[in-house]
């Protein structure tokens, strides 16, 4: 398993650690963006070699968290209707909207298939002319240019069956939003490596220089992290801004200028509720004008949208933003389990909260 | 194509025509040949063991096996797991109306195939054709009889500190092969299921006089799934190894890939078998010189009084394994 296992190698880290313990020498407070790197630190357990003078704080980088409840609640209105199919991502399956989750509303006879790729809904529509189907397609920069082609190939073939429900959020106004709260403690950003290898790091330099943030793109496996990591602490001692790319064997500078040529032709940037946080200017991606008639939510013409309603003393908003961490909340584990999840980072199985609750109690 | 017709389950002269030359032909023995309304048994041992299992499996022909392999090596290790040797099964067929007959062959040479080879005989049974649509074409139940010989003590109760924990062969593969077949993923490789008796394995444990204090096959919800459940119960601590897991190229990538761990999927032909510290080595020499033990590998130890699974990562961190709370799901990034 090549491009794997050496990223795995524990003498290598270990190496890599003693390192960082070197030239550490003030508390540096790092966030990693991506929840993958969340599941990665806490599922090697990397966060327990660091020095103690290095906290490591959880972003918001789970799509799944983040996709608010009302998104997830038209899935189901629609997985609901008559001659209507939702095709969706497996582990958005499990997650609770306002009342349910698809999965529950499957067992009650919804239309929900699970795929691995749009393709698969998109296949469907063609050899079911008769059924209407919604791809619920969902993620950040890394799923816009695989939800962003299905749409341009069902375009294509002039597939007047085929609607997309999209919640495509992106990273860097996020950061933006962290960095702005006057009670921010972030100091530092390991940037998601495959964010990155779609978008490049375009983006990330002005909110370096603007925040006087060192950022350094990072890879998932234990050693990216843990190189990552260095790197960063070493341009924090050095009080050094600028972006630096760890996860070279994958991301360029540039980024990968196909995939952004197709989101480009999908999608235009635009504000975007996440759950847990609230609407971030810019937050996200909307489909472009010649395109709207694909959204499914035209297909929802009498459907009120009901409110969230706030969990109380659920501290999901400033766990997303690197604020708390999930132990500090009194509902963990308690009241709020993956099985009943009630903020948006014990929904899926990367968000922080269900990352510690599997690897940390 | 000849097809399954109400009719083969109505007791009626087709259904005497099925069971003479699909089931009685087939699966000839004594017992069976008689076609009394219960089979008649010898009794063997002072304690016996007695299981059953439905098998719903879908897609019903997978990489590696079929349903009626499945069936019979189920229950043929739900057995074993208790220290019985198998002596006996029953079979249920659920066939909905309409099923390929030839398909219907095939699953019952295959279970023909795996009785034999887990030395069981096929002793008593019964057909049900159900209305098309209602079912998804074939359901099997096997019930098993097994016997336990009086000096075999196994359970909760003989789980002890220092417990080497040996399981004979790479984890996840019956789980994973399903998982690709029934959501149709494309993905080239050698991944089959690992179904199999495994029978054999314990009987060479016991011959040879190894301790083994406890043995569980991990099915359904995988090794953690089930170390889960045996920490609890037994009321110790059970640490893995995370660098001693066998783990297949195959189930790795896919794992990768799906996001989805190999500890949480099922297997069908894997025992972890609970050995005295002292008896371990010796217990893994003679596991590695049969084919479904030859890559036989420890992967933990009970650790102390607890009653949690946890796992010594490669790192050297010892982190908890949940209990997984459903099927693991594929993750989106």
Not at chain 1, 75 to 84: E, H
Not at chain 1, 130 to 158: M, Q, S, W
Not at chain 2, 33 to 45: C, F, M, R, V, Y
Request: some cysteine; glycine content about 8%; aromatic content about 8%.
């Amino acid at each position: 398993m090549k491009y794997l296992y050496e990223f795995r190698e524990s003498e290598k880290v270990k190496l890599i650690i003693k390192s960082i313990e070197k030239i550490c020498k003030s508390k540096w407070t790092i966030m990693e963006v991506c929840g993958s790197q969340t599941h990665s630190i806490l599922s090697a357990g990397i966060d327990e070699l660091l020095p103690s003078n290095i906290t490591l704080v959880h972003g918001p980088g789970c799509p799944v968290c983040v996709t608010p409840r009302e998104v997830i609640d038209k899935a189901i209105a629609l997985s609901k209707m008559k001659g209507t199919i939702v095709f969706t991502y497996g582990d958005m399956l499990r997650v609770p909207g306002s009342r349910e989750s698809l999965f529950r509303a499957k067992a009650d006879g919804a239309k929900v298939k699970m795929v691995y790729s749009p393709f698969e809904a998109l296949e469907f529509a063609k050899a079911n002319p008769d059924k209407k189907v919604v791809f619920f397609g969902i993620g950040f920069e890394t799923t816009a240019p695989c939800n962003a082609t299905v749409i341009l190939k069902a375009r294509g073939l002039n597939l007047k069956n085929f609607f997309v429900l999209i919640a495509q959020f992106r990273v860097p106004p996020a950061l933006e939003a962290i960095l702005n709260d006057p009670f921010n403690k972030v100091q530092g950003f390991l940037a998601p490596g495959h964010v990155c290898t779609v978008m490049g790091i375009e983006e990330y330099l002005p909110i370096s220089e603007k925040y006087n943030v060192p950022i350094v793109v990072t890879g998932f496996e234990s050693f990216d992290i843990s190189q990552g990591i260095l790197i960063l602490v070493s341009m924090l001692e050095r009080k050094e801004k600028g972006v630096k790319i760890q996860y070279k064997r994958s991301c360029k500078p540039e980024g990968n200028l196909r995939a952004k040529e197709v989101i480009n032709k999908v999608f235009k940037i635009g504000d975007l509720k996440w759950r847990g946080i609230g609407v971030i200017k810019n937050g996200g991606w909307v489909l472009k004008e010649e395109f709207l008639d694909m959204d499914a939510n035209n297909l929802l013409k009498n459907y009120s949208e009901e409110i969230e309603e706030k969990k109380e003393g659920c501290i999901a908003a400033l766990i997303l933003q690197g604020k708390k961490k999930p132990f500090d909340c009194l509902l963990f584990g308690k009241e709020c389990t993956p099985l009943n999840p009630l903020g948006a980072p014990m929904v899926s199985s990367e968000g922080a909260c269900a990352a510690y609750y599997k690897y940390k109690r | 194509m000849r097809k399954i017709e109400l009719a083969h389950g109505a007791g009626g002269i087709l259904m005497r025509e099925f069971i003479e030359k699909e089931i009685k032909e087939r699966f000839k023995n004594e017992e069976l040949s008689k076609l009394l309304d219960s089979a008649i048994l010898e009794n063997k041992s002072k304690r016996i063991a007695f299981t059953t299992d439905s098998y719903v499996v879908s897609p019903i022909f997978f990489p590696g096996g079929n349903i009626g392999e499945l069936a019979v090596n189920g229950t043929v290790n739900d057995l074993v797991a208790v220290g019985a040797f198998p002596e006996f099964i029953s079979l249920s067929l659920i066939i909905e109306e309409g099923f390929s007959f030839e398909d219907l062959e095939k699953i019952l040479d295959s279970i023909k195939y795996a009785s034999e080879k887990a030395r069981v005989k096929v002793v008593t049974g019964d057909t049900k054709v159900i209305e098309k649509g209602k079912g998804d074409g074939i359901f099997i139940n096997t019930s098993g009889i097994g016997f336990i010989p009086d000096d075999v003590d196994f359970g909760y109760h003989r789980i002890e500190e220092k417990d080497k924990l040996i399981i004979n062969g790479p984890i996840g593969l019956h789980g994973f092969s399903i998982l690709v077949a029934r959501e149709n993923i494309n993905v080239e490789g050698n991944l089959k299921s690992d179904t199999a008796p495994l029978i054999d394995l314990w009987k060479a444990l016991y011959e040879n006089g190894i301790e083994v204090h406890f043995m569980r096959d991990p099915t359904r919800g995988g090794v953690q799934g089930v170390l889960n459940e045996i920490a609890k119960e037994s009321g110790y601590d059970i640490i893995l190894f995370e660098e001693n897991l066998p783990i297949t190229d195959e189930v790795r990538g896919l794992s990768e890939i799906l996001g989805i761990d190999p500890l949480l999927m099922a297997n069908e032909g894997k025992m972890i078998f609970f050995v005295k510290e002292s008896d371990a080595e010796k217990a893994l020499k003679i596991l590695r010189e049969y084919e479904l033990g030859k890559e036989s590998k420890i992967i933990g130890e009970v650790y102390k009084k607890g009653g949690s699974l946890k796992l010594l990562t490669s790192l050297k961190v010892v982190r908890i394994l949940d209990m997984p709370y459903a099927d693991p799901l594929p993750r989106i990034c």
